[in-house]
Nanobody, 129 residues
Framework: QVYLEESGGGLVQAGDSLRLSCAASGHTFSSYVMGWFRQAPGKEREFVAA????????YYEDSVKGRFTISRDNAKNTVYVSMSSLKPEDTAVYFC??????????????????????WGQGTQVTVSS
């Protein structure tokens, strides 16, 4: 069992930057691949980014490539997503998730909600135009 808590959300203007953090407790953090997802009102929860256990494999949803960077610090049991050039369409509740799939399972597996076993409660990001 691992417990996840997101932080760092808020209200920003278009073009601004924000860094979200997700602190993990419980089972060994480095045992999990980690992902970030987001859910806008009235929409499905969608994949944003994911990172392997050691941090050497990363995947991004196309709309955030070049703007978002996922990273992790296993010594601090924390995964981050740094977001820049934010757009109003990035407005959503952002969730982090932990999964036990193989590091080498590929982008499709990393992007599926079903690949993750544990989820945080989410943090709201609102980008005004």
């Amino acid at each position: 069992q691992v417990y996840l808590e997101e932080s760092g959300g808020g209200l920003v203007q278009a073009g601004d930057s924000l860094r979200l953090s997700c602190a993990a407790s419980g089972h060994t953090f480095s045992s999990y691949v980690m992902g970030w997802f987001r859910q806008a009102p009235g929409k499905e929860r969608e994949f944003v980014a994911a990172i392997s256990r050691s941090g050497d494999i990363k995947y991004y949803e196309d709309s955030v490539k070049g703007r978002f960077t996922i990273s992790r610090d296993n010594a601090k049991n924390t995964v981050y997503v740094s977001m820049s050039s934010l757009k109003p369409e990035d407005t959503a509740v952002y969730f982090c998730a932990a999964g036990t799939v193989s590091d080498y399972s590929g982008s499709y597996t990393y992007s599926r909600r079903e690949s993750y076993d544990y989820w945080g409660q989410g943090t709201q990001v609102t980008v005004s135009s």
